[in-house]
């Protein structure tokens, strides 16, 4: 009796000791990773629609969140859609800007990936994949080139694959187009809405 | 074992009870991050980290503790120590922290460090339990070290980032891969051992 009650009390005394040290050290640091999270997204934001002073989250749901970016006047000058594609090895997370119209991608970038470096992992480079969705006409659903050709032979729904990482390429196109039928779709319902200056 | 001077103690860490090429404890970490020198800086500061807050901590209430909880209670310990490490991690470097990925909050199982724990410091003083982990931590590191440093060099013609071999080199995916820390772990450890042969012939 006299051993189980020790044996109570120091592992509970432990535990206390040990939750009460890891809630002070969350209440010091939780602040500053929010904001980092935030710091990331803001950045990308940025990065694929150019000119953004500041982004505005629009819409949200598992995996996909809808930024709009606007300049110092408050006008709107695209949105930036943050999802993810099921790749090779894991999800890659990506961000692509659009225009307001939602016709023509600014630019893509991915954040966050785990394929194969040196084959898939090229779908993060600017020079092996990243340029070729600039400036993409998306009116119609994006198609792979493959074999890869020269930049201005492409035409303005094609992206080039990358050489050795077809998985990687066609997960992220697929994930695009999919993405684009989304965001049009909501935009018809008026789930979101792009101008306007709701709620900062 | 009382008689092992406080250099002694510490140094077993860094040669003769080396974690990773003698004990060969904590391989999954091991083998995982070592794939940037930057990793497996950060792995070692964090596990050495939690190796000597946990020893000092285990040693300091090891007559309190009832010998049937006590490995319940040392993984609280450093289950607390880890969590402190990662939310660090996060919070001030956040891109270190999305390069090692589960492998920090995975230290808790490293057995490095439980190993530390029921081995030597359920028995030994806080001081000569602090130079222990401090010598292991050190071991671990310097391991972690070299490891890293021949895969990245290998694997990336980088190191810390920066390119170290000429334009004509061309890198070794394979080393920044699995097998890649599968090879070099068993050539570093094949390595260790026939010094330590060498070593022995000569006494």
């Not at chain 1, 980092?36 to 002073?53: D, L, M, Q, S, Y």
């Not at chain 1, 505005?56 to 695209?78: A, H, M, P, S, W």
């Not at chain 1, 032979?153 to 997960?171: D, K």
């Amino acid at each position: 009796m006299r051993l189980s009650r020790r044996m109570l009390i120091v592992l509970s005394l432990i535990g206390l000791v040990s939750g009460a040290l890891l809630m002070s050290v969350n209440m010091f640091t939780k602040d500053r990773i929010a904001s980092n999270r935030k710091k990331e997204i803001e950045k990308a934001v940025i990065k694929v629609i150019p000119g953004t002073k500041s982004s505005l989250k629009i819409y949200e749901e598992k995996d996909f969140t809808v930024y709009k970016g606007r300049d110092d006047q408050g006008n709107v000058l695209g949105i930036a859609i943050n999802t993810a594609a099921g790749g090779f090895q894991d999800r890659i997370f990506y961000i692509f800007g659009l225009d307001t119209q939602l016709t023509r991608i600014n630019s893509l970038f991915v954040l966050d990936q785990k394929e194969t470096p040196g084959l898939g992992a090229k779908i993060a480079s600017a020079e092996a994949f990243l340029q070729f969705w600039e400036g993409r006409d998306v009116k119609q659903p994006l198609v792979l080139r493959k074999p890869a050709v020269k930049k201005d032979a492409l035409a303005q729904n094609e992206v080039n694959t990358v050489t050795g990482a077809t998985i990687s390429s066609r997960a992220i196109l697929a994930s695009v187009n999919v993405a684009l039928e989304k965001i049009k779709k909501l935009k018809q319902e008026g789930r979101f809405s792009i101008e306007g200056s709701d709620g900062d | 074992m009382a008689t092992r001077t406080n250099w002694e103690e510490f140094s077993k860490g860094l040669w003769l009870d080396n974690p990773v090429s003698r004990q060969l404890l904590g391989m999954c970490s091991t083998l995982a991050i070592t794939n940037a020198v930057i990793n497996g800086i950060a792995m070692g500061l964090a596990v050495g980290f939690v190796m000597i807050c946990s020893s000092f901590l285990v040693s300091l209430i090891r007559k309190f503790i009832p010998n049937q909880v006590r490995i319940a209670s040392y993984i609280v310990i450093i289950a607390s120590f880890v969590t402190i490490a990662d939310r660090f991690l996060a919070a001030y470097f956040p891109p270190l922290s999305k390069a090692l990925g589960p492998y920090v909050p995975l230290i808790v199982v490293n057995c490095i460090i439980l190993g530390r724990a029921e081995a030597f410091a359920s028995k030994n003083t806080v001081g000569r339990s602090l130079i222990d982990a401090l010598g292991m931590s050190v071991g671990y590191i310097v391991a972690l070290l070299i490891l890293s440093s021949v895969r990245e060099i290998l694997g990336s013609g980088t190191i810390l980032g920066y390119g170290v071999m000429g334009d004509w080199f061309e890198p070794w995916i394979i080393m920044i891969l699995p097998p890649g820390a599968f090879i070099a772990l068993g050539i570093l450890i094949a390595i260790a051992f026939q010094i330590e042969r060498k070593v022995k012939q000569r006494s």
